[in-house]
């Protein structure tokens, strides 16, 4: 329950009930793939079934299916690998122009209570910890101003509710809006009057990865804290959708299963949320693990040219979502990408807390592949033909 800007109880279905757990949302459904059935679509796909689907894509047939999107990233899709992405680039033309989105992460804490296997937050690595305060708060914004007229900001914190809560996330919300007129979290997942109280403060969306959507595996790479509960973080992007958040974010760690089997169970649940909640914009990713402090090897590697295939077939599954690409990905594939179906990227990216001017050497979640400036990444997008774009969201709109 929580209370609008006229003073009323606004009360929220997918909000755990009393004596409840998770609330209600797509893991209550999500069982009904089985797993190895979800990559033998992938497996069994054949040179006539790719034929079909892009036939079907070019037609401007109504949406595809996750089950038709799953034989575009089959190994039978390969061979058309040059016309999926002139198709992508098209759809993407069509749908955003020669634009890429520009936005910059700020870490505000590593504390964490999750012993993620994979994460450099995870609580037992022995390192001294950061929560900016804030006036630090205050001081990285305004470095980030001087690297690049960003708009789009992207707020980051381990998960640590006693110290990085809806209560501080809210202060640090009106510290940050001065500066940055479009603001979106990363932070652990909350209840949905908590992420409404949020966007009455000028949150304007959430991104949370679910990890993998492997059930059973999530709880392995997942052991301790508040994450290792998988239906309350699946269930999480109801909770957003519910609360109207005017973006949400999605997306799986490409690494810790078999990555096919999750970027299907993706494609089923972007479907889910825009039918739900058909008035929020979708963004989604595909990180590829990076090295942290855990050491943690990948269990699934995708090479470059199968994340290639992955967003090609993503795009054309859906025009209209948002595809991003994080500064995991080296300066030359993310500049190969920029034109063939990525609309959105990070630039000038630091992964720990006070790394633009507080506390440059604080605890990392994961090393940076591209760590090219945003003046470097800006250009790069202007000799390819397109415009980088610094915000997408005016004051004029809250």
Same mark, same amino acid.
């Given at each position: 329950?929580?209370?609008?800007?006229?003073?009323?109880?606004?009360?929220?279905?997918?909000?755990?009930?009393?004596?409840?757990?998770?609330?209600?949302?797509?893991?209550?459904?999500?069982?009904?793939?089985?797993?190895? +059935?979800?990559?033998?679509?992938?497996?069994?796909?054949?040179?006539?079934?790719?034929?079909?689907?892009?036939?079907?894509?070019?037609? =401007?047939?109504?949406?595809?299916?996750? +089950?038709?999107?799953?034989?575009?990233?089959?190994?039978?899709?390969?061979?058309?690998?040059?016309?999926?992405?002139?198709?992508?680039?098209?759809?993407?033309?069509?749908?955003?122009?020669?634009?890429?989105?520009?936005?910059?992460?700020?870490?505000?804490?590593?504390?964490?209570?999750?012993?993620?296997?994979?994460?450099?937050? =995870?609580?037992?690595?022995?390192?001294?910890?950061?929560?900016?305060?804030?006036?630090?708060?205050?001081?990285?914004? +305004?470095?980030?101003?001087?690297?690049?007229?960003?708009?789009?900001?992207?707020?980051?914190?381990? +998960?640590?509710?006693?110290?990085?809560?809806?209560?501080?996330?809210?202060?640090?919300?009106?510290?940050?809006?001065?500066?940055?007129?479009?603001?979106?979290?990363?932070?652990?997942?909350?209840?949905?009057?908590?992420?409404?109280?949020?966007?009455?403060?000028?949150?304007?969306?959430?991104?949370?990865?679910?990890?993998?959507?492997?059930?059973?595996?999530?709880?392995?790479?997942?052991?301790?804290?508040?994450?290792?509960?998988?239906?309350?973080?699946?269930?999480?992007?109801?909770?957003?959708?519910?609360?109207?958040?005017?973006?949400?974010?999605?997306?799986?760690?490409?690494?810790?299963?078999?990555?096919?089997?999750?970027?299907?169970?993706?494609?089923?649940?972007?479907?889910?949320?825009?039918?739900?909640?058909?008035?929020?914009?979708?963004?989604?990713?595909?990180?590829?693990?990076?090295?942290?402090?855990?050491?943690?090897?990948?269990?699934?590697?995708?090479?470059?040219?199968?994340?290639?295939?992955?967003?090609?077939?993503?795009?054309?599954?859906?025009?209209?979502?948002?595809?991003?690409?994080?500064?995991?990905?080296?300066?030359?594939?993310?500049?190969?990408?920029?034109?063939?179906?990525?609309?959105?990227?990070?630039?000038?990216?630091?992964?720990?807390?006070?790394?633009?001017?507080?506390?440059?050497?604080?605890?990392?979640?994961?090393?940076?592949?591209?760590?090219?400036?945003?003046?470097?990444?800006?250009?790069?997008?202007?000799?390819?033909?397109?415009?980088?774009?610094?915000?997408?969201?005016?004051?004029?709109?809250?």
């Amino acid at each position: 329950m929580s209370n609008d800007s006229t003073g009323e109880k606004k009360v929220f279905k997918t909000d755990p009930s009393p004596g409840a757990i998770f609330g209600h949302g797509f893991a209550d459904i999500v069982d009904q793939w089985d797993w190895n +059935e979800t990559i033998g679509l992938v497996e069994n796909a054949t040179d006539a079934d790719v034929r079909r689907v892009l036939a079907k894509a070019r037609r =401007n047939a109504k949406q595809l299916t996750p +089950e038709e999107f799953a034989i575009l990233i089959s190994d039978a899709a390969l061979p058309y690998l040059d016309e999926m992405a002139a198709m992508s680039r098209a759809f993407t033309a069509e749908r955003y122009g020669k634009t890429v989105s520009l936005y910059i992460p700020m870490y505000v804490s590593n504390h964490c209570t999750n012993k993620c296997v994979y994460c450099g937050f =995870n609580h037992d690595n022995a390192f001294s910890r950061t929560t900016l305060t804030l006036d630090e708060i205050t001081r990285e914004c +305004e470095a980030i101003r001087e690297l690049g007229p960003f708009e789009n900001i992207l707020i980051v914190s381990g +998960e640590y509710p006693s110290k990085t809560g809806v209560d501080y996330l809210e202060k640090v919300l009106h510290t940050i809006r001065p500066f940055f007129h479009n603001m979106t979290i990363e932070v652990q997942p909350m209840r949905a009057a908590d992420y409404y109280r949020l966007s009455l403060s000028g949150l304007n969306g959430v991104i949370c990865f679910q990890e993998t959507y492997h059930r059973e595996a999530y709880k392995k790479y997942h052991p301790q804290g508040m994450k290792s509960h998988f239906d309350w973080r699946l269930n999480g992007y109801d909770r957003m959708g519910e609360a109207g958040l005017h973006k949400i974010g999605l997306g799986a760690l490409l690494g810790l299963e078999d990555w096919r089997g999750d970027a299907v169970m993706l494609a089923r649940h972007l479907r889910y949320l825009q039918k739900k909640y058909w008035r929020s914009r979708y963004s989604v990713a595909f990180p590829r693990m990076r090295p942290s402090e855990s050491g943690f090897q990948p269990v699934s590697i995708i090479d470059d040219r199968h994340l290639a295939l992955l967003t090609f077939a993503f795009r054309i599954f859906d025009h209209d979502v948002e595809i991003s690409y994080s500064t995991r990905e080296a300066p030359e594939y993310r500049d190969a990408m920029l034109t063939l179906g990525v609309n959105s990227m990070s630039a000038g990216s630091k992964t720990d807390p006070g790394g633009y001017a507080v506390s440059p050497d604080s605890l990392e979640q994961f090393e940076v592949c591209d760590d090219r400036t945003p003046a470097e990444v800006a250009e790069a997008i202007r000799r390819q033909g397109y415009e980088p774009v610094w915000k997408d969201w005016d004051a004029l709109f809250d």
